[in-house]
């Protein structure tokens, strides 16, 4: 059997470092995240991506500049096996996070891995309503604040092989606001701004999310990041 060349070798290596890193870093900030013991009813219409579909965009300046992301979102699992990808997703579902309920998730990412260089972000948003999910303001909370009323938790993960950066933040302050849901559909859209952090104990490194918007159709199943 022959062996991959040497810039094939460390594409690989990056691959899978990142996915590694990924999936510590979730489960870090996402300890205590309870598995689907009881599975809620099948995912979106005949059609629809499994993981759910839509479009999600944002300008953070000082870590990684406008995103913007269309189409199905793809688990991070599967991240390395994707050269080129981006996405928006989420789920409807009742669970629970490090002690912290929450009745959906939106997710949505970009991934590129061009000339040995790869450059990868993830946002997470966790949104719990204190009872059945409703339209209106959430306010962003770190990961560990206590419940409150209608609260949401955020993860940003930003990656660049050509920056040498790989830099986690969770959620400080701002707001989430849901105009728009429809519970049979699936269908959630909004608007969204405020400040992250890096996680502790170094809180030390805070950015800003602003200009936030998303539209998306979840799954009605919980599933891993």
Do not use: W
Request: hydrophobic share 40%.
């Amino acid at each position: 059997m022959t062996s991959p060349p040497p810039a094939r070798r460390g594409t690989l290596r990056r691959a899978i470092a990142f996915a590694f890193r990924l999936g510590l870093a979730l489960l870090v900030l996402a300890a205590g995240c309870s598995k689907d013991e009881t599975p809620a009813g099948p995912g979106p219409g005949p059609g629809t991506p499994p993981y759910g579909t839509g479009d999600l965009a944002f300008e953070a300046p000082s870590a990684g500049g406008a995103f913007t992301v269309t189409g199905a979102y793809l688990p991070s699992a599967e991240f390395a096996d994707d050269s080129a990808g981006q996405g928006a997703g989420g789920f409807l579902h009742d669970t629970v996070s490090a002690g912290r309920p929450y009745q959906a998730r939106l997710n949505a990412y970009v991934h590129a891995l061009r000339s040995g260089l790869m450059s990868e972000r993830v946002l997470v948003i966790r949104l719990d309503a204190g009872g059945a999910l409703s339209t209106g303001d959430y306010a962003v909370v770190p990961d560990l604040a206590p419940p409150a009323g209608k609260t949401a938790r955020v993860t940003y993960l930003f990656f660049s092989d050509s920056l040498a950066e790989y830099s986690v933040f969770e959620g400080a302050g701002g707001t989430i606001s849901v105009s728009a849901l429809d519970t049979t559909t699936g269908e959630i859209t909004g608007t969204f701004s405020g400040t992250l952090r890096t996680p502790p104990p170094d809180t030390s490194r805070v950015i800003s999310l602003t200009n936030g918007s998303f539209r998306i159709i979840l799954a009605k199943r919980y599933y891993d990041y």
